[in-house]
Nanobody, 128 residues
Framework: QLELVESGGGLVKPGGSLRLTCYVT????????TGWFRQAPGKEREAVAC????????NYANSLKGRFTISRDYAKNTVYLQMDSLKPEDTAVYYC?????????????????????WGQGTQVTVSS
């Protein structure tokens, strides 16, 4: 059974950095497209970043390009989200999610893909 566990959230001051971790068990990450999402209080969930199963394609929400970086450690079956220059509006619960990637889906990632498995989320609060 596929399980995703996020960690690394916390309280950080504006301008600071955090690295979120998504540890996946039950299958290899190179079989899945991985995405990071966030949901702020009273707002809809939004896609943040994705990484293809091949590890070669990354996409980001336009508003976050240059500040957030998604990466993967294949040996640890873990996906990371490095967040720099954090702003109060980045405050949200952050989730990682995956969907299986076959054939033409394997080398590309889709921020709006049909993500099937989700973690429980980790809270990020940006405040002075």
């Amino acid at each position: 059974q596929l399980e995703l566990v996020e960690s690394g959230g916390g309280l950080v001051k504006p301008g600071g950095s955090l690295r979120l971790t998504c540890y996946v068990t039950g299958s290899r990450l190179d079989r899945y497209t991985t995405g990071w999402f966030r949901q702020a209080p009273g707002k809809e969930r939004e896609a943040v970043a994705c990484l293809s199963a091949s590890g070669s394609d990354r996409n980001y929400a336009n508003s976050l390009k240059g500040r957030f970086t998604i990466s993967r450690d294949y040996a640890k079956n873990t996906v990371y989200l490095q967040m720099d220059s954090l702003k109060p509006e980045d405050t949200a619960v952050y989730y990682c999610a995956v969907y299986p990637a076959y054939g033409d889906d394997w080398p590309v990632c889709d921020l709006q893909g049909d993500y099937e498995n989700w973690g429980q989320g980790t809270q990020v609060t940006v405040s002075s």
